[in-house]
């Protein structure tokens, strides 16, 4: 799922309307959790909320989605509170009732872009004193309707967003699981704040430990450990970057798992190692973790993630390792114990955090490429460097925000292209894409522009290619364009020790409705140099062409190959296909 910001958020010209709940505060006060008090203390604010959005797959009565809307409000506690501050500055948190009220139809001036619009009122609506603080749109066209729903952070994290949206779906009976069970009352994030409270207390090292960490970062929590310019609110300066595609982040992972450490790690690494280059500093910030300690607020909607901070100066993969294991246990306390000393959180302009979502281990999933669901971010000023990380099953992006200066332009963009090279050169060169074959080794990697001319020499070199395979190499590097722009299809090269082609096949993932909707893999032009034939390599082409369908959600191989070539005949055979079809083909 894409982190973008709303000012990046690409909408189409409609009909934005929102929907108006009645709310009444009931005067029961709730208990306010650490996190959230430092949240809200901050005032009536804009751009302290943060959205989701995606594209209903169908056409929804207004009367039917506000209808969801409330079953979804009354379902999550927190969604049913609202804080308020009295004459003396205290805050309160008390429960309200939510019921049916209207829509309205928000207006969208003239210049006016639709992501201003929705900025506009989401910052009137989703303050943290509001009451309610959230709120939920829907931008019609005549082909299209998207819900956007955004509330105030001090009520929800990213996780939550994913809950709501899955409970809004399922509401509406558009849910794409197999049973939709009436939601039921999910634990209240109440309950979790008050039980935070009577936790046990961190131990002396934990205390020693987060003593040590700020020390070193100025008795402050960490800060960007290169110059942002003024130390001052600025206007930001928002990054999205898809950083690895789905092929790309499968070889980055297979060699975090040779390593024997996380994903999560080995890009800790990643930026171990980046940090040391180009600030002579280890990597110290804010990581934030969940705090959803028991299974039981899997399904829950709240502010459940807690800071803790990292340090980490050795890159290796056990050392970070090591790093995230502490950082995890840092942030397995009650913080504002922990904090006590500093007076709270002590934060300074500067600050650099780092928050990393990995949606594929979720117990909580939603189709989120087909529903083009989006995070979506507030616009602020800032003075301090905020990275988050997504990893789902379209590739590992990352959303990063820092105080739109020369010095953070220089600095914060230079880290992150830095970064980002190293993590796809350290994927380029990982063991996902390693066949070993006795003392031999070849890489199978996604072909570039530039391995098209072996590519075709290696198609022609036989009697049925040299007769139907051309000369012209531009006629070639157009058709790579085309299969380059589609993620379903990689054409992948085999490079031996010494960087040279000696391989080549295309694989293509097919979606179909028969074989009860089986997705296949499906395999053409498999070619091995002559000199490699008969060693191996073919076989492990295809049993790695196997794991890369498999790891698609491909249940079936297909591939077509000449009468004539009966000896690729017997090969395939020997790998266990069947010549189950007959194949036919006609000139267009």
């Known amino acids: 799922m894409r982190l973008t910001n709303v000012a990046q958020l690409r909408l189409p010209f409609g009909k934005l309307r929102g929907y108006d709940v009645s709310a009444t505060r009931t005067g029961v006060e709730l208990p306010i959790s650490f996190d959230q008090r430092r949240h809200v203390s901050l005032g009536q604010r804009p751009g302290s909320w943060m959205a989701i959005s995606f594209r209903l797959p169908a056409k929804v009565e207004l009367d039917d989605l506000a209808n969801a809307w409330l079953e979804v409000i009354n379902r999550h506690g927190t969604l049913l509170s609202a804080f308020s501050q009295d004459a003396h500055g205290e805050l309160h948190l008390e429960e309200i009732t939510v019921g049916p009220g209207s829509w309205v139809q928000h207006p969208v001036a003239t210049g006016q872009s639709m992501n201003d619009a929705l900025r506009d009122v989401f910052d ?84 020693q430990r987060w003593a040590e960490v700020l020390g070193a970062s100025g008795s402050v929590m960490p800060r960007f450990p290169l110059p942002l310019g003024e130390p001052v609110p600025h206007a930001e300066r928002v990054e999205v970057r898809d950083v690895l595609d789905v092929d790309d982040s499968a070889a980055f992972a297979a060699q975090a798992k040779e390593d024997s450490v996380s994903t999560l790690t080995a890009v800790i690494s990643a930026m171990t190692a980046v940090t040391q280059e180009l600030a002579q500093a280890p990597l110290r910030a804010v990581f934030p973790v969940h705090s959803r300690y028991d299974h039981r607020w899997d399904d829950s909607v709240g502010w459940f993630i807690t800071n803790s901070v990292i340090e980490s100066a050795d890159p290796t993969p056990s050392a970070c390792a090591a790093a995230v294991k502490e950082a995890v246990k840092l942030g397995s306390w009650p913080l504002e114990e922990i904090l006590e000393p500093w007076g709270g959180m002590p934060e300074e302009p500067g600050m650099f955090a780092i928050s990393w979502l990995d949606l594929r281990r979720l117990p909580v999933r939603v189709d989120s490429i087909g529903l083009e669901a989006q995070y979506i971010g507030a616009s602020i000023r800032t003075d301090g460097v905020m990275l988050w990380f997504i990893l789902d099953d379209a590739g590992l992006h990352l959303r990063c925000r820092y105080p739109d200066t020369p010095e953070g332009r220089e600095h914060v963009g230079g880290w992150l292209d830095a970064l980002i090279l190293k993590l796809r050169s350290q994927a ?89 909707g089986t997705t296949r893999l499906q395999i053409e032009g498999v070619r091995v140099a002559a000199s490699e034939r008969s060693h191996g390599v073919g076989r492990a082409m295809l049993e790695w062409a196997h794991a890369h369908g498999r790891a698609r959600g491909a249940l079936l191989a297909q591939l077509t190959t000449d009468t004539s070539r009966l000896r690729a005949h017997e090969f395939y055979e020997r790998l266990g296909y069947e010549k189950s079809h007959v194949g036919l083909k006609l000139q267009l």
């Open 124 to 207: 009137q609506f989703c303050a943290p004193l509001n009451t309610p603080s959230h709120r939920l749109c829907l931008l019609e066209t005549a082909l299209e309707s998207t819900v956007v729903i955004a509330s105030d952070h001090s009520h929800v994290d990213m996780w939550s967003m994913l809950v709501i949206a899955r409970d809004l779906l399922r509401a509406l009976g558009l849910s794409d699981e197999e049973e939709n069970p009436q939601p039921l009352q999910a634990a209240s994030f109440t309950e979790h704040t008050r039980e935070l409270v009577n936790r046990e207390r961190a131990p002396r090292e934990v205390h």
């Open 428 to 516: 380029r060169a990982s063991v996902g894409g390693l066949l070993r074959l006795g003392e031999r080794q070849y890489r199978v990697q996604r072909a570039e522009r530039s391995d098209v001319p072996a590519i075709v020499a290696l198609l022609s070199d036989d009697e049925l290619g040299a007769s139907r395979e051309g000369q012209e190499i531009t006629t070639y590097e157009r058709a790579f364009d085309k299969i380059s722009r589609d993620s379903t299809h990689y054409l992948a090269v085999v490079r031996d020790q010494e960087d040279t082609v000696v391989g080549t096949m295309q694989l293509s993932i097919i979606p179909g409705l028969s074989r009860q």
